[in-house]
């Protein structure tokens, strides 16, 4: 039996956004659908914002997340011990080589992406870490918010081709 005041279900941590990210990513994952449309669950009346209504620092959290599980099974395939496999994704996914992977991504890029790269770069809002350049540090949320816009919106063959060109051909600073 659930604690009183909890209503039978856990409370929900609300960011500073009222958890527009968490309502998003909820409903698709009751919907079991990635466009972003609700066919379960609130039947016709969608909750969730549309992506392309999420912050840039919305869309690289979720790229966060996106880039490690993809350098995590690139390293699992390779039969390395597993303080290697933790030193090469340790170094794979710090943001110095983010922005070295975006740099070598923005060629490739489409029109819409390089806008949406563009505006994540120049987000303002997180302190930069210490160790990092200003620089840097907005490329890698650019390149991560890249990655979180591409998974949300479903588009996976794209999402794919990009980790592809920056796993399979990544050389390291």
Not at 126 to 143: H, Q
Request: hydrophobic share 40%; glycine share 10%; aromatic share 6%.
């Amino acid at each position: 039996m659930a604690p009183s005041g909890w209503g039978g279900r856990p409370p929900v941590r609300r960011g500073p956004r009222g958890g527009a990210l968490f309502t998003l990513l909820a409903s698709r994952i009751r919907s079991g659908r990635q466009d972003g449309s609700s066919s379960g669950g609130l039947e016709g009346a969608s909750c969730a914002p549309p992506v392309s209504d999420l912050s840039p620092r919305d869309l690289a959290y979720v790229g966060d997340a996106v880039f490690e599980l993809a350098v995590r099974q690139h390293l699992v395939a390779r039969r390395a011990s597993p303080a290697e496999r933790h030193r090469d994704a340790v170094r794979r996914v710090r943001a110095v080589a983010q922005a070295a992977f975006l740099r070598g991504l923005e060629p490739h890029l489409e029109p819409a992406e390089r806008d949406l790269v563009r505006r994540a770069r120049n987000f303002k809002g997180a302190p930069v870490p210490r160790g990092v350049s200003p620089a840097d540090y907005r490329a890698s949320t650019a390149f991560e918010a890249l990655l979180g816009y591409l998974y949300l919106m479903g588009e996976s063959a794209r999402l794919r081709e990009i980790l592809g060109m920056v796993l399979e051909g990544a050389d390291l600073p």
